[in-house]
């Protein structure tokens, strides 16, 4: 491979990003202008906002955000293992069990210690 | 030529993001910065012909480490949203540290020869790249997968201290 | 400099084909539901109300712009952009229609071939979180906020799986071949025994289930609540900018269709699509363009049939049901390609 490879990617990039900005810029040359105060508030279903939206939140994300890195570093791991099983055949079988198998161990600890449940 | 031109832009560009990372004000603008680093580093890796790392620098640290941080911003109590100087009376010091840091690394680099060649990357590096996973690699392999059941358990075991 | 001309060329006729496909799937899936609710849909702009996406389009444009005043501005304005390039730029590596030869010059109907075309589509997909994060961040509104963390926990959760059945995907690539590849242009030409498309299928509804998921589209729609969160991450978006927002879901749905299309039914792959031939890349489009087709026919299906389901059931759907299923699936494949294959 050579890294041209990947210019038709950065080239559809380039054009895909002025059209989106296009886009959004579009509208405010034609549209129209009539800003008042009411349009500028917070929608909270008609009611005045009381408080700033930036808040806490459970702690359950964050459990998901970690659990997914950790996964998804295996299914990188993953990907280079699946072409070339053909010629690992079943050592390759055997040494992706073992690492397939430690983290199998992780993940019914995590799944029996609750991560799961969302309350 | 175009490549050389290429990867001077995204050096510029991947420093000018680390360094608003480390001044911006706003700790979500923080890390947005640090997202537009990973991206440049990214290219890079695609500039050097390292698909593979580059994908994956893609997939876990923008796909995964940046969400996770954006969400630990999200979860953690004062600081979202709220503007407080990133800088206190020891930046001098640190500037000092990181300057020397860089020094040494740079005389480092110069020194060691990498026994590197100019040779062109193999059609099925992938594969190469899975076979010496569990061959030449594969002790350095296995602890990579204990090492992230450690980081499994800890996280839960932190994260869940206060329900038990 | 050929490349570049070519490159520019292809990267505008994808855009154009993808924005019109996209105005005429929100078309048909109106005309759809309507049906399926014994209603006419959408009839009055134009002969069958043809021209109503067109007519959407131009009331998105001349919406007055609005930005509330308590928004972080520039990404706010940013966040729509950076939800549909994604969505516009994943497509890159989906092979249309078979090569056309004509005299010696040969037209590839991809914008990009690349080594690791799958790994780019996995890629890509972690990105297009960002635009949502964004859009519910910058907004500064409760509702948006929730929504948009919600979203976000969902599209990384249906990664997991989306990724395991990838791989297990680039397993069977090893059959019949000498190494297995990640482009999608090699995957259509394995040659594939018929015991492979059966165990392949079996993976299909898995497969669906993620790619419903990752468009946040019903039963799936949990950032859009409604109900509850009153339109979720987009609450504080009008106009255009939530047009853009829509145009990303809906481009997303086509790409889904396309990579489904792709892996298990053989893309542009069908009788007289034959390589080579003057014939070849209209007949293979037009078998593309059809199985895209029905697979957005079962998106809009589930969409009229299935309740949404509640926020808990769907992430514990991901990590207790879908994730473990893959895994396993992955397993017996790797079992099958080493034994069988």
Excluded at chain 1, 15 to 41: D, T, Y
Excluded at chain 2, 94 to 118: E, H, K, M
Excluded at chain 3, 156 to 180: K, M, Q, V
Aim: aromatic content about 14%.
């Amino acid at each position: 491979m050579t890294s041209a490879d990947y210019l038709p990617i950065l080239i559809l990039i380039l054009i895909a990003a002025p059209f989106a900005g296009i886009a959004i810029l579009l509208p405010s040359v034609l549209g129209p202008k009539n800003p008042n105060r009411m349009k500028q508030e917070a929608i909270e279903s008609g009611m005045i906002p009381f408080a700033d939206a930036r808040r806490r939140f459970p702690v359950q994300y964050y459990m998901v955000a970690v659990l997914f890195i950790i996964f998804d570093i295996e299914v990188i791991f993953l990907f280079p293992w699946a072409v070339s099983l053909n010629q690992l055949k079943i050592f390759g079988l055997i040494e992706m069990g073992v690492f397939l198998g430690i983290l199998l161990i992780g993940y019914l600890y995590v799944w029996k210690k609750g991560a799961f449940e969302w309350e | 030529m175009a490549q050389q031109a290429l990867f001077l832009i995204m050096a510029v560009f991947t420093l000018g993001m680390a360094l608003g990372t480390v001044t911006s004000r706003n700790i979500f603008h923080s890390a947005l910065f640090l997202v537009g680093s990973f991206a440049g580093v990214a290219v890079i890796y695609f500039l050097l012909e390292a698909e593979f790392v580059g994908v994956a620098q893609i997939i876990i640290y923008i796909g995964a480490i940046a969400t996770l941080i954006i969400f630990a911003i999200m979860l953690s109590r004062s600081v979202t949203g709220q503007n407080g100087s990133p800088m206190n009376r020891q930046w001098a010091f640190a500037a000092l540290g990181a300057a020397l840091l860089f020094a040494a690394l740079a005389w480092l680099f110069s020194r060691v020869d990498f026994g590197s060649t100019a040779q062109p990357v193999p059609e099925d590096a992938i594969a190469l790249i899975g076979a010496g996973l569990v061959t030449e690699y594969v002790i350095p392999f296995e602890v990579a997968s204990i090492l992230l059941l450690v980081a499994l358990v800890g996280a839960i075991l932190i994260a869940r201290e206060r329900h038990s | 400099m050929s490349i570049v001309l070519l490159s520019i060329l292809k990267s505008l006729a994808l855009i154009i084909l993808l924005l019109t496909g996209f105005a005429y799937l929100t078309y048909y899936e109106r005309k759809l539901l309507a049906r399926f609710h014994v209603r006419r849909g959408p009839n009055r702009a134009g002969p069958f109300g043809l021209l109503q996406p067109i007519a959407d389009a131009v009331k998105a444009i001349f919406k007055e712009e609005i930005v509330p005043g308590h928004v972080d501005k520039l990404i706010y304005i940013v966040a729509p952009a950076l939800s549909l390039i994604p969505a516009l730029v994943i497509f890159a590596v989906i092979p249309i229609a078979p090569d056309l030869r004509l005299g010696g010059f040969t037209l590839q109907f991809h914008v990009a071939d690349i080594n690791v075309g799958l790994l780019y589509l996995a890629a890509i997909a972690s990105v297009a979180t960002y635009g949502i994060i964004l859009g519910g961040w910058s907004s500064n509104n409760n509702y948006a906020l929730l929504g948009s963390l919600r979203t976000a926990a969902q599209m990384i959760s249906y990664e997991l799986p989306f990724g395991l059945l990838l791989a297990a995907i680039i397993l069977t690539t090893n059959i019949g071949r000498e190494a297995g590849t990640l482009s999608l242009i090699e995957i259509l030409n394995q040659p594939r025994p018929w015991w492979l498309w059966l165990w392949l299928w079996l993976a299909f509804p898995m497969f669906f289930i993620t790619m419903l998921a990752e468009s946040n589209r019903s039963p799936f729609d949990l950032p859009e609540t409604e109900n509850e969160l009153i339109a979720g991450f987009q609450v504080e978006y009008g106009g255009i900018k939530f047009a853009l927002f829509f145009m990303a879901e809906y481009i997303s749905m086509i790409t889904g269709s396309a990579i489904m299309a792709t892996l298990f039914f053989g893309g542009w792959r069908g009788p007289f699509a034959d390589p080579g031939t003057w014939y070849g890349p209209i007949v293979g489009f037009g078998w593309f363009f059809l199985k895209v087709v029905a697979l957005l026919f079962v998106y809009i299906w589930v969409r009229a049939s299935v309740p949404r389901i509640r926020y808990d059931q769907l992430l514990q759907f991901c990590w207790k049901v879908l994730t473990p299923l893959s895994i396993g699936y992955l397993v017996l494949t790797a079992l099958i390609v080493v034994f069988v294959g």
